[in-house]
């Protein structure tokens, strides 16, 4: 180490001072355009760290940079554990803030200090001295540590989103004796969250480039093509080796939007063959597949991906990654970005589930608004600098790993469930919609929320479960008439009373059970060890994290795909003397039930969880009450749960009785008094993954 005190680039002045009494900050190393990386010296054990600073709370108030710096500390305690597992993923010793002489506050993390150079300058110095490309086994062999340290992230529901070669760090020689490390996890998050509090933000009209487009995956260039998940890393993944075994750039351009149309490009994929490499078929096989377009048409973790192609070079599969679940992740929040829309409460009549119509003019056919792609090229936007040589260099991670947003319907089941339920792998998204005329005001505005794991019965609960649950005494008896306010006619009453399943729980033992209250939901759901769902959990499990408008995607609602009014509920109404409570017809064509039809009827309309019924039916009780959206539309809700109090709880999902589009959208919310108890009401429940 050298007495003198490296200064150069020392933008936030710290260079010879003493962090937390322990830490004497020796000289930088790198620098990015929101972070620089020091050198020091831990005083106690005599031994060097990196330190990793970030600049980007200088514009933020007071709560903006406490609930920044609570997120640096609850991911350094993720990305701590995983590292722990994971002798591939760099170690984060500790965090702190740190207050420079100019008062600005900066969140800081300290890392293991590595000696090595990243795989990108490797390659570069490979190039340069002209040495052959690696054969697919060669390539296996220098990444397998990666691809394990990425298996057990995906394993964790924990995406990367950057991986790169200036993301992974090589200790020792490339061709021979080595040791790897991934670098920055959840980096591009962070950058985000930083950026969305700050002016920066407002100043760029909210476009963020937080990844890097030259190792880009499609949905990270434009939302049309679905959201970032562990799938993103093994596109990016896909993209390095290839790099590797070709020695050329992955994806053809030199701009930003150049960069997106190759990633996206479907009539050429940018597969080693492409770039020149010789690979077999299967290989060849394995990365089409890594590198398609559409998400869920690609290995939806690491360790898939990693697995296909050693089964393609009939290599052994990657060792076990131990008993590792999502039960306990804890998601790392991320900052929303879209603007702020005033909610104004919207409370609809509720005539025994039949809810009135919305206003003329709140009525429109969706519009799908795909996220418009960022307009700026920012390459490496928290990085260490460009490496001029594989000369020894310190690690730059990120101070944590983000939660991933839950992956498509296809992938591998990140931990087991109830029978009858199926995993929601939680995540992030925006719930609600921002987009009038079509949105009723109380859907709005779209707001970001993350969510923790959780499993959700796919079919709404029967009258046979529910009656064999109160035949044992364990839960209160549904109802044979319908009880809510105001009273119902003479007419309504012969017609709707004879609804209530339980007036036949053999015959319609399959048809959701309905004329239940709250409480009794809420007592089903204990007895078998599940709660009902939180609002939140309802819309994603309905919806998922794409924005789709409808559970099964973005086709108008047809007798095909939900079980509301068609011609046949019409025809119904008419001879009941009901019509008046039916102002029209969802679709023209007759879906088979006139009322209520047994569970799982529709499977055309499931969500891309597996969800069943979720429009349509009955609605379905959540445990949330009911209140208007929050208006701020950049902080991120971690698994909410509604107000502590209210009259009246959020229903979800319209029924049998729904005669508009627009009631058949996951985002479509109404409220119903607790003690209601009707025809078109009921639930399904909720439950800790195993």
Partial sequence: ???????????????????????????????????????????????????????????????????????????????????????????????????????????????????????????????????????????????NPIAEALALAHKRGIAHRDVKPANVFVLGDARGEHAMKLLDFGIAKVVQDAQKMSGSFQKTGGHITSFTPAYGAPEQFSRTHGATGPWTDVFSFALM????????????????????????????????????????????????????????????????????????????????????????????????????????????????AIVAAPPKNERASWILVAGAAVAALVIGVIAYGKVRSPAPMPITSAPAMS?????????????????????VPGGEFYMGTDHPPEALANEMPAHPVMLSPYCMDRLEVTTAHYFACSDTGKCLRADSVNRIKPELDVNQKQAYDSLCNMNDNVGRGKHPINCVDFDQATKYCAVQAGRLPTEAEWEFAARGPDGRPYPWGDGAPNNDK????????????????????????????????????????????????????????????????????????????????????????????????STFPEWARPTFRFKAPPDQRTHGIGFRCVYPPK
């Fill in 241 to 352: 080796l290839a790099e590797v075994l070709s020695g050329k750039p992955p994806l053809d351009g030199d701009s930003f939007v150049q960069l997106g149309f190759a990633s996206a490009d479907r009539s050429r994929r940018p597969t080693p063959r492409t770039h020149g490499a010789t690979v077999s078929d299967a290989v060849e096989e394995v990365f089409t597949k890594a590198l398609a377009v559409p998400c869920e048409d690609r290995y939806q973790t690491a360790g898939e991906f990693w697995n296909a192609l050693r089964a393609a070079l009939s290599m052994a599969p990657i060792r076990a990654l131990g008993d590792l679940t999502t039960s306990n992740v804890n998601p790392v929040e991320s900052a929303a970005f879209g603007a702020t829309v005033p909610v104004s409460e919207m409370t609809p009549p509720m005539v025994p």
């Fill in 562 to 657: 939900a079980n509301a009014c068609g011609s046949e509920c019409v025809a119904w109404a008419k001879e009941h003397k009901v019509e008046g409570d039916f102002p029209g017809s969802m679709y023209a064509t007759n879906d088979g039930f006139a009322t209520t039809a047994p569970v799982g009827s529709f499977p055309a309309g499931k969500s891309r969880y597996g969800i069943e019924d979720a429009v349509g039916n009955v609605w379905e009780w959540t445990s949330d009450f009911y209140t208007p959206y929050p208006k701020d539309t950049h902080t991120t809700l971690t698994d909410p749960k509604g107000p502590a109090t209210g009259e009246a709880r959020v229903i979800r999902g319209g029924a049998w009785n």
């Fill in 1 to 143: 180490m050298s007495d003198e005190l490296a200064t150069d680039n020392d933008a936030l002045e710290i260079v010879g001072t003493t962090i937390e009494g322990k830490y004497r900050i020796e000289k930088v190393v790198g620098e990015g355009g929101f972070a620089v990386v020091y050198r020091a010296m831990h005083l106690v054990w005599k031994r060097p760290v990196a330190i990793k600073a970030f600049r980007a709370l200088a514009e933020l108030d007071a709560a903006q940079r406490e609930k920044l710096v609570e997120e640096f500390i609850r991911e350094g305690a993720l990305l701590a554990e995983l590292s722990e597992r994971s002798a591939a993923i760099v170690q984060a010793r500790d965090v702190g803030t740190l207050v420079t002489k100019k008062g600005e506050h900066v969140p800081y993390m300290i890392l293991e200090w590595l000696d090595g150079a990243t795989l990108e300058a490797v390659l570069l110095d490979e190039a340069a001295r002209s040495l052959p490309t690696r054969t697919p086994q060669e390539a296996i062999d220098l990444l």
């Fill in 403 to 423: 939660a991933s947003v839950a992956p498509p319907a296809s992938s591998a089941p990140l931990s087991r469930c109830r029978e009858g339920s199926v995993l």
